[in-house]
C-alpha cells in the first residue's frame, strides 16, 4: 500500500528551500538512503528552478508536490500551472564541450534531474497543468526491465 | 538546512598567493550571485589565483555550475597583462561533488581533498 504526502508552494525562488525539506523529510520516513535522498532532492530542485525561471518567469504560479512511498521506490510528482512544457523532451548538453569554452552554462538543470533519477515522465493532467513525476528506487537493482517497465507513472 | 549562503575570503601564501574563497550553508539560484560578487571582487582586486573552498556545502544545483563557469571564465584573463590566471575547487562536500561529477565538472577543474596540497598545486 502506498503514502501519498503534498506540499503547496509558490512558483517563486523562496519557496526552494521548502521543496527541498518536503523531499528530505518524506522520502527519509520512507526509509531512502541519505545519498539517494540527496540524488532526488537535487532532482527536485532542478525541476522546481525550471519551471520558476522558464515557465513562469512573470510570477503567479503555483506548484504542487506530491510524495508517494512504495516499499520499493519514492515518486514526487509536480504539477504546476505555468505554460505548458515537456522538460524531458529537452536535449542533453555536449558534456565533452569544456565548461571554459561555454559561452553559457545553461542547460544543466534539466540534465540534473534526468539523470539523478531512475524514472521520469510527463502529462499534461486534464486540468491542463504540466505534471512531471521522478521515481527514486529505494536501492540500485538490475530488475529495471522486469519490475519497473509496467509502472504506471502517470499519477491519477 | 540553512538557506543562506556564508563566503569568507582570505588570502594563503603557497608558492605563489593563493585567494581562497570559503564558502558554507547553501548555493542555489539564491545565493549564486552573491558568490560571483565576491569572487569576481577579489578578482578586481588582483587575485589571479583562486581556489574555492566547498567543504562547507550542504546543497549545491545548476546555479552552482552556473556560478563557477562564470568565475572561470572571468579568471582565464586575470593575470598580470591579462595572463591565465588560476582556478582550482577544495574538498568539495558529497552535496557539491554530485553536481560536479553527474555534469563531469570535476574533471575539468583541479579537485583537491587538503589545503597544502592545493596551494602546492598552483
Redesign the interface.
Known amino acids: 500500500m502506498s503514502r501519498t504526502q503534498q506540499l503547496e508552494i509558490a512558483a517563486d ?2 519557496s ?2 521548502q521543496a ?2 518536503f523531499v ?1 523529510e518524506t522520502t527519509q520516513l520512507a526509509g531512502l538512503d541519505e ?1 539517494r535522498t ?2 532526488l ?2 532532482a527536485v ?2 525541476a522546481v ?1 525550471n519551471i ?2 522558464h515557465g513562469c518567469p512573470q510570477g503567479g504560479c503555483t506548484i504542487q508536490l506530491e510524495f508517494e512511498g512504495e516499499p520499493d521506490a519514492c515518486i514526487i510528482r509536480i504539477r504546476d500551472n505555468a505554460r505548458l512544457f515537456d522538460p524531458t523532451t529537452k536535449l542533453d ?1 555536449d ?1 565533452a564541450i ?3 569554452e ?1 559561452e ?2 545553461g542547460g ?2 534539466v ?2 534531474f534526468k ?2 533519477v531512475d524514472q521520469t515522465s510527463y502529462r499534461t493532467t486534464p486540468d491542463g497543468r504540466n505534471e512531471l513525476t521522478l521515481l527514486k528506487r529505494m536501492a540500485e537493482t538490475n530488475i529495471s526491465a522486469a519490475g519497473f517497465a509496467d509502472r504506471e507513472l502517470d499519477g491519477e | 538546512m540553512d538557506s543562506n549562503l556564508r563566503i569568507a575570503v582570505f588570502n594563503e601564501k603557497g608558492i605563489v598567493p593563493v585567494t581562497v574563497v570559503h564558502l558554507t550553508g547553501v548555493l542555489d539560484w539564491k545565493t549564486h550571485q552573491n558568490f560571483e560578487d565576491k569572487a569576481f571582487e577579489a578578482i578586481a582586486a588582483g587575485a589571479d589565483n583562486l581556489l574555492i573552498d566547498m567543504g562547507g556545502v550542504d546543497f549545491m544545483g545548476s546555479a552552482g555550475i552556473r556560478a563557477l563557469h562564470a568565475i572561470a571564465r572571468r579568471i582565464r584573463t586575470a593575470g598580470p597583462g591579462g595572463a591565465t590566471g588560476r582556478m582550482a575547487l577544495l574538498n568539495p562536500s558529497e552535496a557539491a561533488m554530485r553536481v560536479l561529477k553527474t555534469v563531469g565538472l570535476d574533471s575539468y577543474f583541479g579537485v583537491h581533498d587538503n589545503l597544502a596540497e592545493a596551494l602546492k598545486s598552483f
Do not use: A, C, I, Q
Open positions: 525562488l523562496d526552494l528551500k527541498r525539506d528530505k545519498n540527496g540524488e532532492l537535487l530542485d532542478e528552478t520558476v525561471m548538453p558534456l569544456s565548461p571554459l561555454r553559457t552554462p544543466f538543470g540534465y540534473l539523470h539523478l
